[in-house]
């Protein structure tokens, strides 16, 4: 190749890197950037978003669980909790019909609102336990109390509450809360308790 022809090839190339560095082409690289801190910031607002909702859930279910137990509360269950343990005590005479194991109609809202209180827990187990006044004979009486809390253990289990294993047993007359001298006192007996100890999470 003749000297004449290299200066011009050499003059080519000199316009055509100009050409295109007028055209803005050495500005394509630096268009990732900007799209790379928009990814960067929904991902931020997602965490937040998500931080948010969880914040809300929170308060929710706090909320929710005020609103259980007056519900429990009114339909006359006491609900005992010290520390991680919980104890929940359902009268016989509002949950059953007289002397039976079988549960009342109107009671089966109590104990839906019984299983939703005890969604609202980590719990690894359940423990139902039946009691009954002394007025009965002592085997018949541990019978029905047994039976009374098999039937309520089968109906939170039918609930899908969030638990490893439900133990339902029957005490019968044993372990009185109140005297059975008086009806007030034999109607205290009979009931039957739910314990349970909250799980750390």
């Known amino acids: 190749m003749s000297a004449g022809k290299r200066i011009g090839l050499l003059f080519y190339m000199c316009f055509a890197l100009v050409g295109c560095a007028r055209l803005g082409l050495h500005r394509v690289p630096s268009k990732t950037k900007p799209a790379q801190e928009v990814i960067l910031g929904s991902n931020r607002e997602i965490k937040d978003l998500s931080d948010t909702h969880k914040s809300v859930k929170r ?29 929940l005590v359902l009268p016989s005479d509002k949950v059953f019909y007289s002397d039976t194991p079988r549960i009342k109609w109107k009671s089966y ?25 002394n007025v009965q004979e002592r085997m018949r009486a541990k019978i029905l109390s047994r039976q009374q809390a098999r039937n309520v253990s089968d109906y939170l289990f039918l609930q899908n509450i969030d638990v490893r294993f ?5 005490y019968g007359i044993t372990m009185p809360i109140a005297s059975n001298h008086t009806p007030y006192g034999r109607s205290t007996n009979r009931r039957v308790e739910i314990s349970f100890r909250r799980r750390s999470v």
């Open 109 to 133: 809202k109590t104990l839906d609102a019984v299983a939703e209180y005890l969604s609202c827990f980590p719990k690894v187990t359940i423990k139902i336990a039946g009691y009954t006044d």
């Open 166 to 170: 439900i133990y339902a047993e029957g």
């Open 59 to 87: 308060v929710s279910n706090k909320n929710r669980l005020v609103q259980l137990q007056d519900i429990l509360v009114k339909d006359g269950i006491k609900l005992i909790h010290q520390g991680e343990d919980y104890l």
